[in-house]
């Protein structure tokens, strides 16, 4: 517990650093992705990774038709490749909650706001939802390990 006049106590640091380098984790992802600094971006996450994130809402017992891609040569190859790359995009992420499971594992939600402009498609994307992750730490970094996006609100019109 914090003590309001010496701070928090000496175990405490440690996990507050561990938790900032979660946030900052994750605020590389949103900036990387946007200014498409694709190796970069992959380079966030784990060899055996998992990107997925629903093309639609999926609250309410609707089915949020869930795309999924393994491994960051899948990853690179289907999602930078064949979705990301030709579009421009904007991610915001909000008060994470974040939670250190062990010392190289943890699990993160991050409600999030992205806007996602394909004008190859003449489509343009608005929606909300949260990003569930799970991380964990290779030779001292935390890495992405799992990330499943998910819709509350999904707006697609046309440009």
């Known amino acids: 517990m914090q003590d309001t006049v010496t701070g928090p106590a000496p175990g405490q640091f440690r996990e507050l650093a561990e938790l900032e380098a979660l946030r900052q984790l994750k605020a590389r992802y949103f900036y990387y992705i946007d200014t498409k600094q694709w190796d970069l971006w992959l380079g966030l996450f784990t060899v055996?990774?998992?990107?997925?994130?629903?093309?639609?809402?999926?609250?309410?017992?609707?089915?949020?038709?869930?795309?999924?891609?393994?491994?960051?040569?899948?990853?690179?190859?289907?999602?930078?490749?064949?979705i990301l790359n030709p579009t421009t995009s904007v991610h915001q992420g909000h008060t994470p909650v974040l939670e250190i499971i062990s010392?190289?594992?943890?699990?993160?939600?991050?409600?999030?706001?992205?806007?996602?402009?394909?004008?190859?498609?003449?489509r343009l994307i608005h929606g909300?939802?949260?990003?569930?992750?799970?991380?964990?730490?290779?030779?001292?970094?935390?890495?992405?390990?799992?990330?499943h996006l998910t819709r509350l609100l999904l707006q697609d019109t046309g440009l």
């Open 128 to 147: 909300w939802g949260h990003y569930h992750e799970t991380y964990r730490k290779v030779d001292g970094a935390w890495k992405i390990a799992s990330s």
């Open 48 to 82: 055996d990774a998992t990107l997925a994130w629903d093309s639609a809402v999926s609250t309410g017992g609707r089915d949020g038709d869930t795309r999924s891609f393994t491994g960051l040569d899948a990853i690179k190859e289907n999602v930078v490749r064949g």
């Open 103 to 122: 010392d190289t594992e943890a699990r993160g939600i991050w409600p999030m706001e992205d806007i996602v402009v394909a004008t190859h498609l003449h």
